[in-house]
């Protein structure tokens, strides 16, 4: 049977985390204009009600929630708000992620930055993730996407922590893929290179030239350029793919 690509998500249910900005409201709008119903969830919570006000103008179905990956149990309120407003959960991106060592060496990188971003990018996307398994399995064709990043595809100096949470997220992905494929969940990561979004206004001039350069495609990296990644994995065009990395990245890392 062809899928309608222009409805490729017709009456799914995804939750998208970090949906206030960049690429989480990227994928929030893809993802809407596929033809499902989206909760986007984020720790800043009068921006996300905006971004979703926002995306309501544009006639998408998404609401708003907040929540602090940082503390289980407002993962867990987050997902049972989810639960309610949707009825039920087909897709789960694990998108919300924070850096904060950015520019610091391995030596200057201090004990609570680094316990900080574990805390939030590997505990909370674990933590995120089985809070919703019970929905997913019962939709009968859950899809997991974890963002990633490239950078522990070509060990980005001076970002240890970031780098290290992503690498788990990879690892995390493929040992996901084979706990749940007897439920018929697929898990996948998406890394992307660096994205023109807020969270990388503070990246050095050089590093944004180092990426444009080593490009095969050298242009800047939108959000948008990530967005069909996920849209791909989340639908049944991918439901025999599971466990596997994507880079999206316009050819910096060729793995």
């Known amino acids: 049977m062809m899928t309608n690509l222009n409805r490729l998500l017709e009456g799914r249910r995804v939750l998208v985390t970090g949906g206030a900005r960049g690429l989480g409201y990227a994928f929030a709008h893809a993802i809407g204009h596929a ?9 800043l919570a009068e921006r996300v009600q ?22 289980p149990a ?39 930055t680094w316990d900080q971003v574990m805390q939030v ?13 019970p929905a997913l399995r019962a939709s009968g064709h859950g899809a997991i996407v974890n963002l990633a990043s490239d ?22 992905t493929r040992s996901l893929a084979r706990e ?4 018929n969940i697929t898990v996948n990561a998406i890394a992307p290179g660096l994205v023109l979004v807020e969270a990388t206004a503070y990246v050095p001039e050089a590093r944004h030239r180092l990426y444009n350069d080593q490009r095969a495609l050298q242009r800047p990296q939108l959000p948008e350029d990530v967005s069909g990644a996920v849209l791909f994995a989340l639908s049944d065009l991918a439901r025999f793919i599971t466990g596997q990395t ?4 316009g050819g910096f890392v060729m793995p």
């Open 74 to 112: 407002s993962i867990d309120a987050c997902v049972s708000e989810t639960l309610r407003v949707l009825g039920g959960l087909d897709g789960l991106v694990n998108n919300a992620s924070i850096t904060n060592s950015g520019g610091k060496s391995c030596e200057e990188l201090s004990l609570d």
């Open 121 to 133: 990018n590997v505990r909370g996307t674990w933590l995120m993730t089985t809070a919703c398994l």
């Open 50 to 71: 905006q971004a979703a006000a926002e995306l309501q103008g544009q006639g998408l179905d998404v609401q708003a929630v907040t929540v602090d990956l940082a503390q």
């Open 151 to 172: 950078t522990p595809l070509w060990g980005a100096p001076n970002l240890l922590a970031y780098v290290a949470s992503k690498g788990a997220i990879i690892a995390m």
């Open 246 to 249: 994507l880079p999206v990245n």
């Open 35 to 43: 033809g499902a119903r989206v909760v986007i969830a984020d720790v």
């Open 180 to 183: 749940l494929g007897a439920d």
